[in-house]
């Protein structure tokens, strides 16, 4: 199966999650997530809106803010082009973008570089014990964080900042992912029963 097949497969399966299992999973992810180190220390949060079917983080957003964190969302600026990050504030106007994907209003929101944030959760749609991802397609987060594969194959301190953690359902696992050149490994990937860390 290649990866265009794989993609259809698992976010139809997702899609039609029952909704009381996709919130208990979502429950036990953010739980997971606020209970770790790299967390709790972060200063700079980069997290997504759930959309597709997407394990849903809210409440990791709530935690962040009561602990003084400041939480950053994707803005999606077009095909081919990096990311950049969004505050998201209790006030923060959001807007939908041109895939439907609630995102800050740029107009208004604080705008900060990738490499400003020190926590980043990742979705995606399929990922391997090694922390390789298949994410939707469009290439953003592999594009958006390219510095850090670089970093990493330049054996540079700045490979480990920020920590990046893929988000999944337990099923969404395949047995394995053959990285593509571009692709950016994922330092953990939390499922609502397991936490994978990358070789």
């Known amino acids: 199966m290649d990866p265009s097949e794989i993609r259809q497969s ?26 770790r180190p790299d967390f709790q220390v972060a200063t700079n949060i980069g997290l997504f809106l759930a959309f597709d079917g997407e394990p849903d983080l809210n409440p990791l957003i709530s935690i962040a803010w009561a602990q003084g964190q400041r939480v950053f969302l994707p803005i999606v600026h077009g095909k081919g082009q990096p990311m ?19 995102e800050p209003d740029v107009a208004t929101a604080q705008v900060i570089r990738p ?11 399929a990922f391997d014990a090694k922390c390789y991802r298949i994410g939707v397609g469009g290439g953003f987060y592999d594009r958006t964080f390219a510095f850090k594969r670089t970093a990493a ?8 900042r920020p920590t990046m953690i893929g988000v999944a359902f337990d099923w969404q696992k395949l047995e394995s992912i053959q990285p593509q050149p571009w692709d950016v490994q994922l330092d953990a990937v939390v499922t609502e029963s397991n936490e994978y860390l990358a070789l």
């Not at 950049?84 to 609630?102: D, Q």
């Not at 194959?153 to 480990?160: K, L, V």
């Open 10 to 35: 698992i976010r139809e399966k997702r899609r039609q999650m029952e909704a009381a299992v996709r919130a208990a999973a979502s429950q036990q992810i953010c739980e997971a997530i606020a209970d």
């Open 84 to 102: 950049s990050f969004a505050a998201c504030e209790e006030n923060t106007n959001l807007v939908p973008n041109r895939y439907g994907i609630m």
């Open 115 to 125: 490499t400003e944030l020190d926590f980043v959760l990742a979705p995606l749609v």
């Open 153 to 160: 194959d330049n054996q540079t301190e700045a490979s480990t």
